[in-house]
């Protein structure tokens, strides 16, 4: 090897710690070796202070490759040896296991410890002593050795440490993202920042010639490791780019590709802050929906990956999406900086990374930098409209904008009381700010989700306000999906107005065709008026958006079912219900899928379970033992005399749902009562009423002139019966 001019890092390290910008640039370039090395699938396997040169001219540069070995390949020591010096070695390494490029951020991790404070992180007489110090031991804090050491830089250390793989840095461009951000912070304020190669004077011909020399040897070295473990050298096209802010060139990913956002990381690792960090979670995601020519995973189903285990690829895979972006937010005071990174959800190659600062007023501008970038890593073309709505950085009041993210934050959970929860966070955010476009679309959402979830009785309340909502956010941003969507579903559900309803979904998908919840509405609504392959085609599109949502995959059985496809329309019942068998939704549209096949046992059978998921106090579970003894009694008409009983009983106590008092009666054969109660319904404009025509309950009653005159009314055009 050719000579290098400086000093062994062993050696300065024992004059004593490193200032920390120096340490802290120091392994910046050490991770840029790195990359360069696990680009081609090489993994050293002794990183060690003893094999890195702090050159006079130049980065620092990492030595000896003679233990390295090919990422999949055999060791080209003996089976069950460890290699490396034993202070350095991973876990996994002193056990003698297969290792991968994991192995080597530990060994940088341990390297970055030891520049800071001076001392090594696990120390023993003897090396069986050291060896069972790294397995089963934790370091001493480096803040708890060292004065002034910046807490981001303890947790880069905890992280590398991590004794399992899959809890370290999955890739050291992560790794050298973070340290980047650091080293900033170390030498003053910063913008948004790409981490680049250094930048050096131009050499002379001197340390040229020696710098060649050195690239040359290096080059040899992996070519002969190549040689030995495969037969030959990687292809060029294997090789990706060595920039993190590189555009993507990988073959596996195409312009107008799909994309998976995981949930950020919060760094400030104060629980408190987890409202903030899912929301931005969430915006960055409705950002990147609103590309067209970009595939966008759901939040519902990225948030079911939140401190998962699985890799990447599996993430992919199970999503159906090219790329993974990942990444994490820091909150501090009125500052934000997110991290993120772009994944090869193929190859689980890095593709690019970036950090971004704002300060609480630009937060959402932040937002929409982030999301352009992305799209122009993964060569996504966006049209004039995208580029302007990217590119306006709208200011924000930074209270309201935090209790709009815990609205949010209560609005995904999805419960009757977060719902309300959800509403005052909503119109506290609007005190502060009365011209709040989004906390306006927020509060229609949640109206409208009270008007289907709620109390029967509330219906009528709660749909009229959802429109008020949706009107005033839309007075301020015409522009806003979710209000477009809010109008279809209260002109689907309440005005029974389908041209309506139709044309504001239209627009909800046109602004933001990835937005999933829209697809299944608009599903819904053609599915009650009979449009049933467009139907099916819709709550599809709902599917590849958000794969994993529950509520999605069970609208698609009852859209299957009515199209003519009842096995698999039960098939996406049975996929819910081994995802969640305690999730009540299914068995109430899996009994109405029974019930229109003509499967009415079942279809009891899967009311009941309802009934017992749902029972909140010992009335209800009385009621629901009641109905299942009563099947089993006397079959279906027991069952519905008994249920009978309890609807009753409930118009005593206060309301019942006359929509369901009316399928009841109906099918006991009681038509003028069912009628009556029909009417009810209608002159109360019951939210179920839209749905009468997905029920078979009332297949008795389409003889009766006054069951078609109500339909006339309702503007239904009646298709009766399975198709």
Avoid at 66 to 80: C, E, N, P, W, Y
Avoid at 126 to 147: C, G
């Amino acid at each position: 090897m050719a000579h290098i001019p400086g000093e062994n890092l062993e050696r300065k390290i024992a004059g004593g710690p490193l200032k920390l910008d120096h340490a802290v640039t120091v392994a910046i370039e050490l991770c840029g070796a790195l990359r360069e090395a696990h680009s081609q699938d090489v993994i050293h396997r002794d990183i060690k202070p003893a094999n890195i040169m702090i050159s006079d001219k130049g980065p620092a540069i990492l030595l000896d490759f003679g233990l390295a070995m090919l990422k999949g390949q055999s060791r080209i020591t003996k089976v069950g040896s460890t290699v490396g010096t034993s202070a350095y070695m991973s876990p996994e390494q002193t056990r003698g296991e297969g290792v991968d490029h994991r192995t080597d951020i530990w060994s940088l991790g341990v390297v970055l410890y030891e520049m800071i404070t001076g001392l090594k992180p696990f120390k023993g007489e003897h090396e069986a002593t050291v060896i069972y110090s790294i397995v089963n031991a934790d370091p001493e804090p480096v803040t708890a050795l060292r004065t002034g050491v910046p807490m981001e830089l303890e947790r880069i250390i905890r992280k590398a440490l991590a004794k399992n793989p899959s809890e370290r840095y999955q890739h050291v461009d992560d790794m050298l993202v973070d340290l980047d951000a650091v080293r900033q912070d170390l030498s003053g304020p910063r913008s948004t920042t790409t981490v680049r190669p250094r930048v050096e004077p131009k050499p002379s011909r001197r340390s040229l010639w020696i710098s060649v020399l050195s690239f040359f040897a290096c080059i040899v070295l992996i070519v002969v490791v190549v040689w030995f473990s495969q037969g030959r050298g990687p292809s060029e096209g294997d090789r990706p780019g060595t920039t993190t802010s590189r555009p993507l060139t990988s073959p596996e990913i195409q312009p107008g590709s799909s994309i998976a956002v995981l949930p950020l990381a919060n760094l400030s690792r104060n629980n408190e802050n987890e409202f903030f960090v899912d929301g931005m979670t969430e915006e960055l995601i409705s950002q990147l929906a609103r590309i067209k020519a970009l595939k966008v995973i759901s939040r519902t189903s990225v948030m079911k990956y939140k401190n998962t285990d699985k890799s990447l690829t599996e993430i992919a895979e199970e999503l159906n999406v090219a790329t993974i972006l990942e990444g994490s937010v820091l909150w501090a005071g009125d500052n934000v900086r997110i991290s993120v990174q772009l994944i090869d959800g193929v190859n689980d190659r890095h593709i690019w990374a970036n950090s971004f600062e704002s300060d609480m007023s630009d937060v959402l501008g932040l937002q929409r930098r982030v999301a352009k970038e992305v799209a122009s890593q993964i060569q996504v073309e966006l049209s004039e409209q995208e580029e302007d709505r990217l590119a306006v950085s709208p200011v924000v009041n930074k209270e309201a904008y935090e209790l709009y993210l815990q609205g949010r934050f209560h609005w995904n959970k999805r419960r009757r009381e977060s719902i309300q929860r959800a509403i005052d966070f909503y119109q506290k955010a609007l005190e502060l700010d009365p011209e709040y476009a989004l906390a306006y679309a927020g509060l229609a959402e949640s109206y409208a989700v009270l008007a289907t979830w709620g109390a029967a009785d509330r219906a009528r309340e709660a749909h009229p306000m959802a429109r008020e909502m949706a009107q005033k956010a839309l007075e301020i941003d015409d522009d806003l999906a979710g209000a477009h969507a809010v109008l279809g579903v209260v002109a689907y559900e309440y005005d029974w107005d389908w041209d309506a309803a139709e044309a504001h979904f239209k627009r909800a998908i046109e602004l933001n065709p990835n937005y999933a919840s829209a697809h299944q509405w608009y599903a819904e609504m053609l599915t009650s008026i009979g449009r049933r392959d467009e139907a099916v085609r819709e709550i599809r599109i709902a599917q590849e958006i958000d794969p994993l949502s529950l509520i999605i995959s069970t609208v698609a059985g009852f859209a299957l079912i009515l199209n003519g496809d009842p096995e698999a329309g039960f098939a996406e019942y049975e996929r819910v219900i081994d995802l969640d068998p305690t999730f009540p939704p299914v068995y109430l549209t899996q009994r109405y899928g029974y019930y229109w096949i003509g499967e009415w046992e079942k279809g009891s059978h899967s009311a009941i379970k309802y009934f017992e998921l749902t029972a909140d106090d010992d009335q209800a579970r009385q009621d629901a033992a009641a109905l299942k003894e009563a099947l089993a009694r006397g079959g279906v008409e027991e069952f519905d005399r008994t249920g009978l009983e309890i609807l009753r009983r409930f118009d005593r106590e206060g309301y019942v749902d006359p929509v369901l008092m009316a399928s009841v009666l109906a099918r006991l054969g009681e038509v003028d009562s069912a009628l009556v109660w029909l009417e009810r319904g209608y002159n109360e404009r019951a939210h179920p009423m839209s749905t009468m025509l997905r029920d078979r309950s009332f297949e008795r009653l389409e003889s009766d002139p006054r069951y078609m005159d109500l339909l006339k009314r309702m503007k239904l055009d009646h298709t009766p019966g399975p198709p």
